[in-house]
């Protein structure tokens, strides 16, 4: 894949960089701030852009500001974040959008460089890849939550890794158990969140989203 990296600590910045070309990818660009990014999005056209939530110059949202922008201006573009914390409000941004080719990492997960990869390649793959950990923390805000309350805790853990972008395949695996079980699963959720018999929309994006929002 053709990826452009925007990060603005060099160290990491460079060691994704070499990373990436071992892996077999393209680097046509490696940037350190938002505008940066965008620009060379728009000059590259990459297959995948890995950005930093915060760069310079405030060390906010700049980054996700760019990704957002990307997203605008080049619809097709895929995009894997990262971020050192949890910020909440940005993934939830994230999450809440259209989700096919977006990712969310925090950083401490880039070192496990297998779980990157992967990450990287369910998101050039059009797929979701978001943080075991993001989700946890996003999806502790709804226990209350009435609808929530119907799941059992079997079904709350293969929500939890559909919010993550896997397959039912991929949660099959993780779970130790059949994939038939893992859909029947899926579709006592979708019963549950009232999803069952809903058309024209994903209905595995429409459920991670009633989750995060009730």
């Known amino acids: 894949m053709r990826v452009i990296l925007a990060e603005d600590s060099t160290l990491l910045r460079e060691g994704l960089v070499r990373l990436l070309l071992e892996e077999g990818h393209e680097v046509p660009a490696a940037v350190g701030d938002g505008e940066a990014l965008v620009a060379a999005v728009a000059e590259h056209r990459p297959d995948v852009?890995?950005?930093?939530?915060?760069?310079?110059?405030?060390?906010?949202?700049?980054?996700l500001r760019a990704v957002l922008e990307i997203r605008r201006r080049h619809p097709g573009t895929r995009v894997l974040v990262?971020?050192?914390?949890?910020?909440?409000?940005?993934?939830?941004?994230?999450?809440?959008?259209?989700?096919d080719g977006v990712?969310?990492?925090?950083?401490?997960?880039?070192?496990?460089?297998?779980d990157f990869l992967d990450a990287l390649d369910r998101v050039g793959a059009g797929g979701a890849a978001f943080d075991p950990e993001v989700v946890r923390q996003l999806l502790a805000r709804t226990t209350h939550a009435d609808p929530l309350g119907r799941?059992?805790?079997?079904?709350?853990?293969?929500?939890d890794h559909m919010a993550q972008g896997l397959t039912n395949a991929s949660t099959a695996e993780r779970l130790h158990v059949s994939q038939s079980a893992?859909?029947?699963?899926?579709?006592?959720?979708?019963?549950?969140?009232?999803?069952?018999?809903?058309?024209?929309?994903?209905?595995?994006?429409?459920?991670?989203?009633?989750?995060?929002?009730?």
Do not use: C, W
């Open 49 to 63: 852009v890995v950005a930093d939530v915060r760069m310079p110059p405030t060390h906010t949202d700049e980054g």
């Open 82 to 99: 990262l971020s050192q914390y949890v910020e909440k409000r940005y993934a939830t941004e994230l999450m809440t959008g259209d989700v």
């Open 103 to 114: 990712g969310y990492l925090l950083k401490d997960r880039v070192a496990q460089v297998a």
């Open 151 to 159: 799941l059992t805790s079997r079904e709350r853990e293969v929500l």
């Open 182 to 214: 893992v859909e029947k699963h899926v579709n006592a959720i979708f019963d549950k969140l009232g999803l069952l018999h809903v058309t024209g929309y994903s209905r595995r994006v429409l459920a991670v989203l009633r989750y995060l929002g009730s």
